[in-house]
């Protein structure tokens, strides 16, 4: 029998490895990130992806609303390594007089490929979009009461906390939402994203 022999890693070279900062580790994945849109090819790696991340089930009117729409610019895959690993899900809501909102109902990404700026990447997308549109009024969402780690994430983005609406979820608990919501102006993205071919 040959003896297989490997290379000793040093106790303070693994620290190094595992104390890499977030913002490193960030910084090397985003030459594996890209973004692309969602079609009637792609839609149920959607609807797989919102099965592993979400704890509610969307129908098919939901992802069939989502690739036939004819405005895509609020919605929005990402990739890691062609693996789709995140998604920003959104509509247009019109209102008075050729003005109209962006609501956000889905946003997500897988919890192995989070803290990579994944999702930081696909609402700033989103925003982007809504600058470009002068009669966008508001973007806004619902988001869980109790999940303290998503309502900070989006008031870093300028998202004012609204009023809490009882009883919005079924079937998850706690059932209460809190009402989040950003005005004009929103930021305009510099630099383009890497979109997927």
Request: charged content about 20%; glycine content about 4%.
């Amino acid at each position: 029998l040959r003896r297989l022999s490997f290379p000793r890693l040093d106790l303070n070279e693994a620290l190094v490895v595992l104390e890499m900062p977030e913002q490193t580790l960030s910084q090397r994945a985003q030459k594996y990130i890209k973004f692309g849109t969602v079609t009637e090819k792609n839609v149920d790696q959607l609807r797989k992806l919102n099965l592993a991340v979400f704890p509610v089930r969307y129908n098919d009117k939901f992802y069939s609303d989502l690739w036939s729409s004819p405005t895509q610019e609020y919605t929005h895959l990402a990739y890691f390594s062609d693996i789709l690993v995140g998604a920003i899900c959104g509509r247009v809501e019109p209102q008075d007089h050729n003005k109209f909102k962006v609501y956000i109902m889905t946003i997500g990404v897988l919890a192995p490929y989070r803290r990579l700026g994944i999702g930081t990447q696909l609402l700033q997308q989103v925003l982007h979009a809504c600058s470009q549109q002068p009669d966008c009024e508001a973007i806004y969402l619902h988001v869980q009461v109790n999940n303290d780690d998503a309502i900070d994430f989006y008031q870093r983005f300028g998202f004012s906390v609204g009023d809490v609406v009882k009883d919005y979820y079924c079937r998850i608990e706690p059932p209460d939402a809190v009402l989040l919501h950003r005005a004009p102006p929103f930021p305009v993205l510099t630099v383009k994203p890497a979109m997927y071919a």
